[in-house]
């Protein structure tokens, strides 16, 4: 057995080399302030958050060059978590106790977050929450920068409905939970605005989907019995080209059938060829393209850190810098970086948001944020082509669903609760098993 | 008739291009200069921020009567206008070496040189691209050009206003491209329907009979929901049901279609380890990455030679034969011939060889999927009928798995190499003892099975995502057909894939993608617990080695 997979001594090196690192930093340092960066840097999610993690070492650098924090300087503190589930709650109980870090940034599919969510209320730590996600959530020790639905899901098929006269809809999604969650609710508030059970086509495929012709071909036939008929994309990762080339070759346009993506952004547009996508739409908080000096000024520091002029930015990177930004505001708040008294001070922040708005943090840990509906376009960016008018704050628990509908989180006494119930007037607790 | 159910139904889109026709009435009672500002001010609109402002302009800009408007119209369709940030006078651009070639949209004057910070874009939304193409439409109904008259023809069908279907009646009388008149005799049939006379409407839904245009059976569905005489309801609930006959049998032949497809992706992946499994029975777990270099060879030529996409694949195939068969024979001699007679080593080894070959790729050229480009002759569908379209990437890869096919059972039957290879597998002292150098012909059937391999990568390359990971996607659907199939039979893999591709299909409408896939497998293991030996087993001495 002499050819045995080579990969394992090669990770056990690295592992060592990462150990020895990090203990020698714990050792060396007392008078930096600690962040962790809990981003996977291998595996399929490598993709999407090795640029959050550049993004969280660039926020560091730049808050450094502003003279650190509380006199300190900033650390960042860099794990692997390497697409695991299970490993990405190892790696925080590593940071929260080994490297004692103050804050972490981190996470991006929602089967991560929920594996670390037990271990970061176990050791009392802050994460900052990057990514859109379903909602049905809310802890003490969590702050969701992302969209929740109604900041995302919600406004986008308000959108078709005014603008563009959609009266059929194909909730289309990858099989997990994000997924069906999101099309529970948008299922669940399309039946309340009185769209028929036959309006609605629900179809999930697994990851990595690449055989789109049977799916196309119904999504075709289901829009073309007279009603405008728009699909509502929760289809993730690289399963998206295929679809998108499939709904080209069978000559279904923008136009016609129009496909309203929540997880095609900017940096997944940047490998394709966009031709047949034009015209298609995305919803989010954020577009590169938007016009807005404090935008231009971000997307230049970040050529500037990666030393790359054509590296994107998108979403979930303006959620990053949300987010520190209010951590490193409440943190000098709070005169501290203990969890308990950033937790209270960061409640009400404000910070600019970088498409001309303002995001405060609310008492559930959610943000308030602009919703931007854009348009693909051929060079890879989108355009935007409808906006809110105000920012709007997210809803940890949606208004749609039976089960949630009550519940509210509030994390200011005298609730103090991550799912109280408005009718009840009782807390159910803690949401980890 | 009632004309509200049609209104609300294309309410949606756009501001809908009748307006056009009145406008044209109404140009005649407006001064001349003030039109010409209005058209003035509507180009300076057009680079507003507002879609709306935009929208009103190509209202503007298409009733205009200016014959210089369709090309403007056309050029914001296709995105080629942009603003001058100066004057915001829309112009149109052409890359040049200082930057920009401008000239004026309207006047196609030459306005000089400009740099890409003087002029912006103008965007525009799905909702303007639609009213566009009605604009385009009606302002082309009479072009001389066929193609042009064709698609207003379809874009005009189904619109209820009575100066449209004048102008669709005028165009029809002098129509000669038959095409052209069909769509048109669609359009008007479309539109008695909605006549006051019940003779009319009955002649319209007689007329309709046979159509698998969508918006017929639209048309005849919202009629039989408000008709009132009793003929005219019977005439569209017979016409009804035969379009409604008529789409199923096109749907059963789509389904089929996609199911050879499928079946065909399956055999194309198969069908290098029916030979490096079914014929010299090594477990070989590397295959998925066989296909991947495969398919890393077609970027890599696409890459070589930029600007000529179309011809790429052709260099593409031999090259990844090439490159995938002699990587094969690479591993067949440093690797698989010392673990021969040992099937889980192999096994262990082969896995390992599949990881190295990810990682070569991941750190030689990028962890993230590459973008391999079709070819235009690979894009877009051939229309049998309104109601069917067969993708061409997928018929051409249909054929292309039969040819394939047919060219490895040449050479296993046919040839030299193809005889040596089964006197090998078949009895390998007796082969020797014959005089067949057996190591020679395992090096060349395992560099055979992973050139397969690489050809299918090709293929795979135009319809799915080209990384690091993706033979892992189509090790075990491979697997899977080779056993089912019968290892060590090529025929056995080719109906064993279109087979398990066909039930996929059949099964996909009702169960969804995720379910018809567990229960093809669920099926194939019952099927190997009945026959072990798959659909075609082996018989004689060989199959009992």
Redesign the interface.
Known sequence: ?S?????KPILLCAGLALGVTSGLVAHAEDETIKVGVLHSLSG?M??SETTLKDTVLMLVEEQNKKGGLLGKQLEAVVVDPASDWPLFAEKARELLTKDKVAAVFGCWTSVSRKSVLPVFEELNGLLFYPVQYEGEESSKNVFYTGAAPNQQAIPAVDYLRD????ERWVLAGT?YVYPRTTNKILEAYLKQNGVAEEDIMI????F????W???V??IK?FG?????TAVVSTING?AN??FY??L????IS??EI?VVAFSVGEEELS???TK?L??H?AAWNYFMSVDDPANAAFIETWHGFTKDDKRVTNDPMEAHKIGFDLWVQAVEKAGTTDTDAVEAAIIGLETPNLTGGTAKMLPNHHITKPVLIG?I??DGQF?V?WQTDAEVPGDAWSDYLEGSKDLIADWTPPIKCGNFNTKTQTCLGSQTP | MPMSPTRTQRRAPSPSWHGLLWGLVLLALIPLNSLADALDAALIDLSDRSFEVKQAAVEVIAVSGDPRALKVLEALLDGDLYARTSDRRPVLAAASPAGFRLRDALEGTDLGEADRRDIRKITINNRMRTQLRSAIAALTLASPDAVLRLSAARELLGDPDPLVVEAIRAQFEREEDKQVRDSLALALALASLRDEDPEARLSGVSALAGSLDPSARNALTRLLGEETDPHVRAGAQRVLAGIEQKLKLNAAAETLFFGLSLGSVLVLAAIGLAITFGVMGVINMAHGELIMIGAYSTYLVQQAMPGLIDYSLFVAIPAAFLIAGLLGVLIERTVIRFLYGRPLETLLATFGISLILQQLVRTTISAQNVAVQNPSWMSGALQINPALALTYSRLYILVFALLVFLALLLILKRTALGLQVRAVSQNRSMARALGVRSARVDALTFGLGAGVAGVAGVALSQLTNVGPNMGQAYIIDSFMVVVFGGVGNLWGTLVAGLTLGVANKLMEPWAGAVLAKILVLVFIILFIQKRPRGLFPQRGRAADG
């Open positions: 057995m050819r045995r997979d080579p990969i399929t490598a993709i603008e563009l006269g959609v099989d179809d999930y495929t697994p990595g989907h690449s055989d012709q049977s799916i071909a119904r036939r073309s019995e007279g009603k405008k690289d080209v295929p080339k499939e080209g070759n069978q000559g923008a136009d129009p490998g394709i060829d047949p034009v015209g739409l348009e376009q051929g355009a082509v």
